[in-house]
């Protein structure tokens, strides 16, 4: 049943696909409050090429949040509620529990240092000008650009990994 409040055609009307859970991660790296960060093991390959590349030409590239269970965005979601927040308000900048691409253990926020976590003025750093430049050579693409066509905030901390 759902009750968080969630459209029933929320997945066809925001043009999102159903995301399967990953079987297999591996750790990545802890974030800053010690949770474990893992991906599925193609994307953390990829990810540390970039990351490294990234390193040569200078920039710091850090990892913010990888793998998120079905569970999790399930909790994450209705803390949110709990505090008064809407769910239409949520849906712009969290997916739905089951439509997030954090499930695949593909998709990794991505943050640089001294940056507020998550926040839009990424867009305003060398690392990301790296990103948009380079990304795509390790097989990582932006998931959410500007008036992007799935309700979804500007994310341009997200990327996901579709190969090369
Ligand atoms: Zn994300």
């Not at 439509?99 to 593909?106: D, N, V, W």
């Not at 390790?138 to 799935?150: A, E, I, K, Q, T």
Request: proline share 7%; aromatic share 8%.
């Amino acid at each position: 049943m759902n009750t968080l409040g969630i459209p029933l055609d929320y997945g066809t009307a925001r043009g999102l696909p159903p995301q399967a859970e990953a079987t297999l991660l591996v750790s990545i790296a802890s974030n800053p409050d010690g949770r474990e960060i893992s991906l599925e093991p193609a994307a953390a390959a990829a990810w540390a090429r970039m990351r490294d590349a990234a390193a040569a030409d200078g920039l710091s590239l850090v990892a913010i949040s990888g793998f998120r269970s079905v569970k999790r965005q399930d909790e994450i979601i209705r803390g949110r509620l709990s505090k008064g927040e809407k769910i239409n308000t949520i849906l712009r900048t969290m997916a739905a529990p089951g439509y997030s691409e954090h499930h695949t253990g593909r998709a990794i926020d991505l943050g640089a240092p001294g940056e507020p976590l998550l926040s839009e003025s990424f867009a305003l750093t060398g690392e990301y000008s790296w990103l948009v430049d380079h990304a795509h050579e390790y097989g990582f693409r932006l998931s959410y650009p500007r008036d992007n066509p799935h309700g979804i905030a500007f994310e341009p901390w997200h990327w996901c990994f579709e190969g090369v």
